[in-house]
């Protein structure tokens, strides 16, 4: 299989966004099929005495050498994808991810993150979300290796 | 060097690959014994059921678990030891028709958001003990067992003719079939039947597939161990954690097992039912946390696995070294776990259950075998864990490669590396002072760090050879002592001292001379010297905590029945204590660990759905434990003189041990005995040996009594009916046994105190039959 060398990440102006959590709601029908948005919601916008900040996964992949069942894989888009079909719900990825990109909601037991699939970019009303084209070894990071010792 | 984000399926080991006819495999399976039941859900942690299978006359049944069963017994170990006492008599002895090998889960067992929750707690009447032994092991079967239907298989009777059993969890039905064709070594039998059970032939299925085995040598010798597989996706082999100690995977053989194979159809986050899934996950993720953001700081698990030891040990003089003789060496550096890191395969999950982030399982993959049958192959050797690397150690053997030698023909042969290398360390040094030799030995060369001996040793027991030494040797530290002796050979006391054995288990790798806790950890102990029930050094020797026998007395009540519960519960004890939050030493009690001990407080209740408290915790080990003694009593043991443990492991058995620490000793003999400097520089070495040996035999016997009667024991180690009553207790039968002895051994005088007291000493209490007022 070609491995992917590119993969599309979001990218955020904070200076256009005003705080709709349109891309919030987006996301949540996504994942969960409801417009709450929040929890629910693979990208959290939050509001900062210097305008709002944008909070979501960059796709680096230290996630992917966690998983003991193989649930995590970069697919052929290069996205960092979970199959919840195969997840056990173990949350080492969840607690391992270093900016808390892989997110987990009380009514399900898997985990969920963002796969780069544009709903928030095509909802913002404001043109504040971008997906851009980064090559993967660039922001590729592996777990725990030569740590330690 | 492997730099990680390989996809699952790339990953390559660079093992010698195996193909099998399995069709033919198979095919020559005759079925003996078969069951079918009905699929369940497991329930806020419990399947409900146990499953029963007869090899003698091929009954397969399911029994029932009562509330009253989990109320008394909680689950896992408790669950073994209740199901043991309803199948065996007093008299059952290991090889015994009616002995039974039990492969227990535990309520917990099979979560997957805390680390450390997949353990199997195994039963069985011990070959080297004649009592109960109990292992806590990993792998993928206990947790699968549970998901398949069963809290806990008990196996009862002997086949005929080397067979398996097969629990299929997707189809509901167990059967009991020969198995002619099969390789019995692990490392290649786990392989064959993962792949024969896989539903597809996928990494995927073959991951729903757990197999016990054991190996050849385990038919030749006490030692047998059991290796539980679970399969790494990654490397695409089936990998093994040890039930090492006790023999079990003697028993195994003896029932005529070549494995046990366990199948499920699914596992998921919640596959145990949790009354409280989001608790779980919550107090679950919090640890994991704690493990990525201190385990480098701390134990080093993640990287080098229980390894990490072998450098601390060297440093506070605790490295079993020459049968424990010494506890560092020059050498030592060789074997640190910075060497072992180079050889391990990195960036890979090595938790031998989901979700454990810990990830002590470390491995060599590609390990080019040096000697016996598999030379030449390339393999992967699951190890070594600190234990293994201790054993050699103790034999001297201080090359990286030959331990993992040693580790991966101990695994695959089906012998506990522990036993193993604690008895030849033994040999060793009985082969130093010339009481063995090499023809006493079978023509061998067992002197300190002959590592080709060693694996010599080990080819010969797989071949089933049996000279005079092997046949003894192969069965243990206890029956070479008998043999030792009745030749006359050598001098009864260095040889009851010098080996390493208690209860006729051989000890695990600590040396304990300078901690009287510790020794009393590994004495006073159900099963024998092992670990597992308190691990006291640093708290007794290096930081002085606990200075009184009373306090000692407490640490060696609340330790022991605290690492009780993890056996009951299904977990395994080091996410407890080998990560620990970031402010715990400023906690109340640091040594207890406060915030993780309420973790589980919170564990148990959101997956159980009970309502306990940390005391609540205790006083569920403590049925298990007092019932567990009290077992042992009933089978003519757990009494004082079976807790008895050789001087190797309270001082210095022989000259050259006292004057490689002589500025330690002579001190002691002054600030602990009350010696004058002055006379002790006039003694000859052997007098003050002989003065030590006094103190330290009477402080052991005075610990002993404190212990006992902080347990709530009579003065000869025998659980008070007052004890087992306060603790629930009210089975007539098992009263009863208690009762008479507890009057046998008052019509003996044995009710008495073993310590010797000087005056303004006194014993834990000054009344006779004590225990008759207790409330």
């Known amino acids: 299989m070609e491995k992917p060398t590119t993969v599309k990440i979001l990218k955020f102006y904070p200076e256009k966004c005003k705080g709709c959590l349109d891309c919030e709601k987006a996301c949540s029908m996504v994942h969960f099929k409801t417009k709450e948005g929040g929890d629910k919601s693979a990208i959290r916008i939050t509001k900062t005495t210097n305008g709002y900040t944008m909070h979501v996964c960059d796709q680096r992949g230290l996630c992917l050498d966690m998983c003991p ?36 909601v009380d009514i399900r ?14 909802a913002c009303p404001e043109h504040a979300l971008e997906l851009v084209e980064v090559p993967i070894k660039k922001i590729k990071q592996v777990v725990y290796h030569k740590q330690g010792v | 060097m492997v730099e990680g984000q390989i996809p699952v399926e790339e990953y390559k080991t660079g093992n010698t690959d195996h193909t099998w006819d399995l069709v033919k495999l198979q095919t020559a399976h005759k079925v003996k014994a078969t069951f079918s039941y009905k699929k369940g859900e497991v329930n806020k942690g419990f399947a409900n059921r146990t499953l029963y299978i007869n090899l003698t006359t091929g009954v397969i049944k399911e029994k029932p678990v009562t509330e009253d069963m989990k109320k008394k017994f909680t689950g896992g170990r408790g669950f073994g030891l209740k199901l043991l006492w309803d199948s065996i008599k007093p008299t059952t002895r290991w090889d015994s028709d009616e002995n039974e090998l039990l492969v ?224 560092s060496f020059p050498k030592a550096s060789k074997i640190y776990s910075p060497k072992f890191y180079e050889h391990f395969t990195k960036v890979i999950p090595d938790g031998c259950w989901h979700g454990c982030t810990l990830a002590c399982a ?123 002796i009745k030749n006359g050979w050598g001098d009864k006391k260095l040889v009851e001292d010098a080996g390493m054995e208690s209860k006729g288990l051989e000890y695990s790798e600590y040396v304990t001379k300078e901690s009287l806790a510790m020794q009393g950890g590994y004495g ?3 099963k024998g010297p092992q670990h597992d029930e308190a691990w006291l050094i640093f708290m007794d020797m290096v930081n002085n905590a606990i200075p009184t026998f009373q306090m000692k007395a407490e640490a060696l009540h609340y330790f022991p029945m605290w690492r009780t519960w993890f056996g009951l519960n299904g977990l395994c004890k080091l996410p407890w204590n080998d990560i620990e939050p970031a402010n715990n030493a400023e906690m109340p009690e640091p040594n207890k660990v406060p915030e993780h001990v309420q973790n589980y407080v919170e564990l148990q209740n959101a997956v159980t759905g009970w309502n306990v408290t940390k005391e609540d915790l205790i006083l569920q080990s403590e049925r298990c434990y007092n019932w567990q003694r009290a077992m042992n009593v009933w089978l003519g043991r757990g009494r004082r003189k079976d807790d008895w443990i050789p001087f190797r492991s309270m001082g210095p058995v022989t000259e050259m041990e006292y004057m490689s620490r002589k500025d330690r000793y002579d001190k002691q003999l002054v600030e602990k005995l009350g010696l004058a400097h ?61 009762q008479d002895t507890i009057a046998a051994d008052e019509k003996k005088g044995l009710n008495v105190w073993g310590g010797v007291y000087a005056e303004g000493e006194q014993p834990p209490s000054s009344e006779k039959r004590y225990w008759e007022t207790w409330k």
């Open chain 2, 104 to 327: 227990t889960t535990g309520p917990l067992c099979g979560t997957t958001q805390y680390a450390g929750s997949g353990k199997s707690l195994c039963l069985s009447i011990s070959p080297a003990t004649n009592i109960i032994c109990d292992c806590n092991v990993g792998g993928f079967f206990g947790p699968y067992l549970k998901f398949a239907g069963f809290d806990a298989l008990e196996i009862q009777g002997k086949a005929k003719e080397d067979s398996i059993i097969v629990i299929d969890g997707e189809k509901g039905t167990v059967t009991v079939e020969t198995a002619p064709l099969e390789e019995i070594n692990t490392h290649l039998l786990s392989e064959q039947l993962t792949h024969m059970y896989a539903t597809t032939d996928t990494d995927k299925c073959r991951q729903k597939v757990s197999v016990i085995s054991s190996g050849v040598a385990a038919d030749h010798s006490y030692w047998g161990c059991l290796n539980f597989s679970f399969y790494d996706i990654r490397r695409k082999v089936p990998r093994i954690k040890q039930a090492g100690r006790g023999g079990l995977g003697t028993v195994f053989r003896d029932k005529r097992l070549k494995a046990v194979v366990v199948k499920v159809e699914n596992v998921g986050g919640l596959s145990n039912h949790p009354a409280d899934p989001v608790k779980a996950a919550a107090v679950g993720t919090k640890l994991h946390k704690e493990i990525r953001d201190l385990d480098r700081y701390q134990c080093n698990m993640r990287a080098v696995g229980t390894g990490h030891l072998v450098e601390i040990m060297d440093a506070y003089d605790l490295l079993p070294t020459e049968n424990y003789r010494f506890g």
């Open chain 1, 69 to 104: 069942v193989g649930a995590l894989t970069r697919r052929k888009n290069g996205v960092v994808w979970l199959d919840k079909e195969i997840c056990v719900g173990c949350q080492a990825c969840v607690a391992f991810c270093p900016i808390g990109a892989m997110r987990k």
């Open chain 2, 678 to 738: 002055t006379d002790v520089d006039k003694m000859t070495v052997k007098e003050k040996m002989n003065r030590l040996y006094e103190f330290r035999r009477n402080q052991y016997e005075k610990l002993a009594d404190a212990v006992y009667y902080r347990r709530g024991w009579t003065p000869n180690g025998v659980p008070t009916l007052q004890k087992m009553k306060q603790l629930g207790f009210t089975d007539a039968k098992m009263l009863k046994v208690i």
């Open chain 2, 524 to 526: 006073l102990t159900l």
């Open chain 2, 362 to 484: 470390k491995t060599v993959d590609g390990y080019t075998v040096m000697t016996g049958p598999y030379k030449g192959e390339k393999v992967t050797v699951d190890g070594p864990e600190y234990e293994t690397i201790g054993a050699c150690s103790n034999m001297s053997i201080w090359d990286p490669l030959w331990i993992l030698e040693f580790n991966f023909y101990c695994d695959t042969y089906g012998i506990d590396t522990i036993s193993a290398g604690t008895a030849l360390a033994f040999y060793m040094e009985m082969y130093e002072y010339g009481i063995l030799n090499k023809k006493r030995c079978d023509g061998l060369e067992l002197w300190f760090g002959n590592a080709d001996a060693v694996l010599e040793f080990l080819h010969r027991l797989a071949n089933g050879e049996d000279g005079p030494f092997l046949s003894v040797a192969s069965k243990g530290i206890r029956r070479v002592k008998d043999w030792i």
């Open chain 1, 109 to 122: 037991i898997e985990p969920f993150k963002c796969i780069s699939c544009g709903s928030c970019v095509r």
